[in-house]
């Protein structure tokens, strides 16, 4: 008999986010989008900044902001491990907007402490933030 659910725990540095039964999920992973139901084969991704979209058993969708990390899917447990991990619901897009602000700011006007790798990574998890919540409001 075919299993309909899978467990998915999804951590965070600072905490536990999720962690119960699911019907699948979706995930933008560094090799492309990726679709996982129960029965899934193993695998090790890297996840890249952006929308994890998980169904739970009541046919319900439900979205996460992750700033990226890592997942690992077995047939009957997914691991999600996020450097930040956020419920859509707790994202504010006017914070996410002056995020994106200060890092084009830093990126334009280098200083002596400039850091291009962390701006960049800055850059890229707040328009990832601004581009899930606009498409959440359509």
Known sequence: MEKKSIQLDVVSAECLIFSGE????????????????????????SIKPGMVKYRDLQDIDN?????????????????????????IEDLDIQAAIEAKEKAERAIANPNSDFNHN????????AMAQIQLLRSIKR
């Not at 995930?27 to 990726?34: A, W, Y």
């Not at 979205?63 to 956020?86: F, K, R």
């Not at 960049?120 to 998890?125: E, G, I, S, V, Y």
């Open 63 to 87: 979205v996460l902001y992750i700033s990226g990390g890592m997942i690992e899917v077995q047939p009957t447990c997914i691991s999600i491990m996020a450097d930040t991990a956020v419920r």
């Open 22 to 45: 699911i019907a699948g999920l979706q995930v933008s992973c560094s090799e492309g989008e990726l679709g996982v139901r129960p029965g899934h084969s193993p695998l090790l991704a």
């Open 118 to 125: 962390e701006a960049t990574k800055q850059l890229a998890q």
